[in-house]
């Protein structure tokens, strides 16, 4: 009698934990795949990590994929960048562009943004008209609608990240800081969209 009551409760020990078990494992299973999905996903949008400097320049800390960079520059916080000629995109690659401010002086005298433009819109034209603009971030209200996206105005060790799809179109599209005097100074680039 005791060895089948202990074969019984054997049998209930295995039963339960093979019924328990294997709906946890399903579960975990399930949330397992649709944490590398995730995973997955965040790796395929490439992240450009631009630094903007009281130089007014674009610039990075080091070599990233597809971004072609020229001089080297000492920005206040000591380190050394290289600036930012172009960035390389496909037509609709998904991107994030991470930009940070590094400048000790105040947000008066030197805020950067990054405003990726349409195609063909003249560059110098809305830089000089969102300078005047300081009440809308320094984007012109009436040339918004030539803005394919942008970061808002960013103060000394402010940083913010912006998502955006590159454009379809093949093309050479110009990025600027529109703050007042940036875009005279340099703070521009391309972002090249080829095949």
Same mark, same amino acid.
Do not use: W
């Given at each position: 009698? #005791?060895?089948?009551?202990?074969? /019984?409760?054997? !049998?209930?020990?295995?039963? %339960? !934990?093979?019924?328990? +078990? ?22 395929? @949008? ?7 400097? &009281?130089?007014? #320049? %674009? ?22 960048? %290289? ?7 496909? =037509? +609709?690659?998904?991107?994030? @562009? ?13 805020? *950067? ?8 819109? &003249?560059?110098?034209? /809305? ?13 012109? =209200?009436?040339?918004?609608?030539? @803005?394919?996206? *942008? ?15 590159? =454009? &379809?179109?093949? +093309?050479?599209? &110009?990025?600027?800081?529109?703050? =007042?005097? *940036? ?5 521009? +680039? ?6």
């Amino acid at each position: 009698m #005791k060895s089948i009551n202990a074969l /019984f409760t054997l !049998a209930l020990a295995f039963l %339960f !934990a093979c019924g328990g +078990g294997g709906g946890d494992s399903q579960s975990q299973q399930a949330e397992s795949t649709s944490g590398d999905q995730q995973a997955q996903m965040s790796q395929d @949008v490439r992240t450009i990590n631009l630094v903007g400097i &009281d130089q007014m #320049k %674009f610039v990075v800390a080091e070599a990233q994929d597809g971004v072609y960079t020229s001089d080297t520059l000492t920005a206040s916080d000591g380190n050394t960048y %290289f600036v930012v000629d172009s960035i390389a995109a496909a =037509p +609709g690659e998904e991107l994030q @562009v991470e930009l940070e401010n590094v400048s000790s002086l105040p947000p008066s005298a030197m805020s *950067h943004n990054f405003a990726l433009l349409e195609l063909g819109t &003249d560059a110098r034209a /809305f830089s000089n008209a969102s300078a005047q603009a300081k009440d809308n971030e320094y984007i012109a =209200p009436d040339m918004e609608d030539k @803005v394919i996206t *942008h970061t808002k105005m960013l103060g000394g060790d402010e940083s913010e990240t912006i998502s955006f799809n590159a =454009p &379809d179109q093949t +093309g050479r599209y &110009d990025y600027v800081c529109s703050f =007042p005097g *940036h875009y005279a100074a340099g703070m521009r +680039g391309k972002l090249v969209v080829q095949e």
